[in-house]
């Protein structure tokens, strides 16, 4: 019975037997042209026994087991039922063509599509079962043929193509396509007859020939764009300007040094540097000089760093992998040697290291750069920490990595933080000096997480003005102090006005920061006279024009606009001469010293704001002797410990603040 059997599948389907000898052939042509006798024998049988023979058979079985219990001869559900069953078994025999060709990305799916296509065009436009075997087992070589630098290309090549989903499901939506086409003349058009003379047959054989044509150019323009850049990358594996590494030699190479490395030689670590005040170089003295510098800074860092990875990836900013040994005292030379370079400016070296603790890339596979540039971005986030210090070597720790996932969840979840209460406001008294009684408060935004408990404020304040986005955590102080203004007045507490900060970010978000502010105070109903917007010195460095306007705008609401910080900056004399300040806020630096320059520079400052009109608060103030300081020299009003650290509004007394 089963020679029977077989003979009868030999006269129906010789044609799908004799590609699936083409199909392993081609295989074994293809990817195992080196490979012993034995491994040829067995990949030979395993590829002939998941070729589109066997799916074929695969398919008659699922489709005559249906349609048993279905009858649907003919219909369009006859159609959509055929077209699975030729399609499923192809999908499955694929995944294992995978698995016996033992490379990973889309050369084995790619190579089965051509196969398939070629099967599926043959049973379009064949007229005699002849004709179909000639013209499948020609177009299947032809087609591997025309596609036999691109095949060897993604079998063989570090190419990005492995990661591609689209190339992927561009192969599986035409093979789907085609599929349905072979099915669709015996089926739909003419009832499962014999298609030949039908007009309509002959029009679907030509469409599908036109598919597989379309299909083809596709595919070669997307191989020869993707080959082609690909091969310059390669050849330009040195930056031309520097003559260190590129990125892409450094994404290709790194992980098989760490893979190698860490298996018998020193710990290593990935850094990133950045050269500071490089800029200045460019505009004094012109990029050829730049120019120079970088290389000298390249021909440093591998002269140092001989059996590491140097890369230049943008501008000023080296990359590489280094062994951490020594690392950091070795980049400290680097750093002062950068700095001898320095023409009319000083040249800061700074760099992060960030060490390789876990690998787990594969060995040969060298495509999936994920774990390199994470690794990257965090020797970059070390760098970030230098930032204001004299240090130029920095590594990434744990405490920078809890840093960093905070800095990550706040932008996540600063929205939530608003409307779940996360954001808390604390005020803060500022006592008039002559009554020693409270005058005002200032309104200070505390973040109470649930996840990561108490943060401070350089924890959420600098990411959010970084991205512009500190005006959320602003506006929120506004209308909580409106809603603690509606409770007071119902409760018949007394109202004192507050202060609360402004960031030059707000200015500069993309929002209509004085509407917002405008509404906020209608829709809570705060009068006026209790808000005072407060800008720091800092935030005035830049466009002048913009915060002038803005200070006028807010005194055109109606509203107080203090400084806070003064002295902070180093133009605060012009500060004064170019804008209208209701108050100024020395900052607290001068009481933490207090020594006989600091209370020089407090009392000429309050006896030149007076002359100006302008009333004086002083930050920090935490002793008797502070105290009796500003009332001498006329400080109009006193904030710090000496009264009251920033509370929660409930612990703030209903009598008010007694001193």
Known sequence: MLGQWLAAYWSRNYTDVVQGVVFAWVTLRLVFQRADTKTKVQKFILSFLVSYNTAQMLSGLLYFGIVSHVHAAGTLLDFLIATGCLLLPVFFLMGLYREIVGVQGPAPAFIYTLFFNANCLAMLIAMTTLQRLLITVGLSLALVFCFRKEIRYILFEKSVLRMDRRFHGTAMAFMMLIGAEAELPRIVLNGGADTVGNQLAYAVAITGGLLVILFLIFMKFNFFAIMKYENYIRAHDDDTVTGAKSLSYLLEHGGVMIRQVRANGP?????????????????????????????????????????????????????????????????????????????????????????????????????????????????????????????????????????????????????????????????????????????????????????????????????????????????????????????????????????????????????????????????????????????????????????????????DMGLEVWMDDFGSGYSSLNVLKDYQFDVIKIDMVFMGKFDERSKTIVRDVCRMAADLGIRTVAEGVETAEHYAFLKEVGCTYAQGYLFSKPVPPDQIPEEGFQF
């Not at 009554?435 to 990411?463: C, H, I, M």
């Open 267 to 555: 710990a290593l670590a990935v850094f990133y540097s950045d050269i500071a005040n490089f800029r200045d170089v460019n505009i004094l003295h012109g990029y050829d000089a730049g120019t120079v510098i970088l290389h000298q800074t390249a021909e440093l860092l591998t002269q140092t760093f001989p059996d590491g990875i140097v890369a230049r990836i943008s501008g000023t900013h080296f990359v590489g992998i280094v062994p951490v040994h020594q690392a950091e005292e070795k980049f400290a030379q680097v750093a002062e040697k950068v700095e001898a370079l320095s023409l009319d400016e000083t040249l800061m070296f700074r760099v992060g290291l960030c060490p390789v603790k876990d690998w787990d890339q594969p060995a040969g596979d060298t495509t999936h750069y994920s774990q390199l540039t994470t690794l990257i971005d965090l020797a970059a986030v070390a760098t970030r920490h230098l930032n204001g210090t004299r240090k130029a070597v920095q590594f990434y720790d744990d405490a920078m990595r809890q840093n960093e996932a905070i800095r990550l969840h706040v932008l996540a979840h600063v929205d939530k933080a608003v409307e779940d209460g996360w954001l808390q406001v604390y005020y803060q008294p500022l006592v008039d000096i002559k009554r020693k009684a409270v005058a005002s408060y200032e309104a200070l935004s505390r973040w109470s997480d649930p996840q990561y408990g108490f943060l401070t404020p350089d924890q959420f304040v600098e990411p959010l003005e970084r991205v512009r986005m500190i005006y959320k955590i602003d506006l929120n102080v506004l209308r909580r102090y409106g809603q603690l203004v509606r409770d007071w007045q119902a409760a018949g507490r007394t109202v004192l006005p507050i202060s609360f900060n402004i960031s030059r970010t707000d200015l500069e978000a993309g929002i209509d920061l004085f509407g917002e502010i405008e509404a906020i105070i209608r829709e809570e109903q705060i009068p006026k006279k209790l808000v005072h917007v407060e800008i720091t010195e800092t935030a005035l460095n830049g466009d002048s024009a913009v915060m002038q306007r803005a200070v006028r705008r807010f005194h």
